[in-house]
């Protein structure tokens, strides 16, 4: 196995991880939506040979004091306290980095939303509308397999290294073992065929519920209560 495949399984795994997390609509895989794009030395795009947006608080801002204290004019003292972080300014690429934008490399770049199931209701499993998405990591690769294996990393850092059957409690996780979702019934008007019939002695469990319960572990970490503390506070009561 060349390095190349051993890439390329390593990317499958992932897929494989993100598709089984509570934090993703395991019947809709995952979201993950990217693109492919030219880039300079410095990572940015094709559509910064023209200008490139600077923030307030970027690294550059000190460079363009005088344009940032022009810009801050055009907002209340209020809107200071509150936006100055995503106040920003637009610069020439050459004015910023000295040379004209050149093309050096491909990127893939990626941005992956995590779920928040508003119903554990099972019949509402497959309700695109009982799903809330939420903004969940963006990276990027050289490759596509580089961008997967870079999502997976940041995703289960951020958002636990789980599958759903984490979640699982230890006589859900019995029962699932012993017993399947459905049996086969014999068709007494056709003795040769069979019909699926729900098994009452299964335990199901909601892609909702599961979600939730990984919710309320999420709720306890620091990047949520940095980023997230008090969004979902009023469903984790229903």
Known sequence: MNNLEKKQ???RNGIWFLQSHPAL???NNFLIDFTIETTCKRGHTQFAKKDVQIFSSSKYAEKFRKEFEREYKKYSEEELKTQKALISISVPYKKL???EWKFEHIEYWSDLCFFVAMS???????????????SGVET???TFEDMIINTTKKFKKIFGN?????????KEKQNHKEQMPFLFKKIKENPKTSTMVK???YIPVSKGELNRRWLKWFMK????????????DEWVKK
């Open 140 to 142: 990027s690769g050289r």
């Open 97 to 99: 980095f000295g040379e």
């Open 162 to 170: 789980f599958s759903s059957d984490d979640f699982l409690t230890k």
């Open 199 to 201: 098994n009452k002695k």
């Open 221 to 232: 970490t620091e990047y949520y209560k940095k980023h997230w503390e008090g969004s979902f």
């Open 25 to 27: 609509r395991e019947w």
């Open 9 to 11: 399984i390593k990317a």
């Open 120 to 134: 554990t209701d099972i019949t509402k499993d497959l309700e695109p509308s009982n799903w809330q998405n939420c």
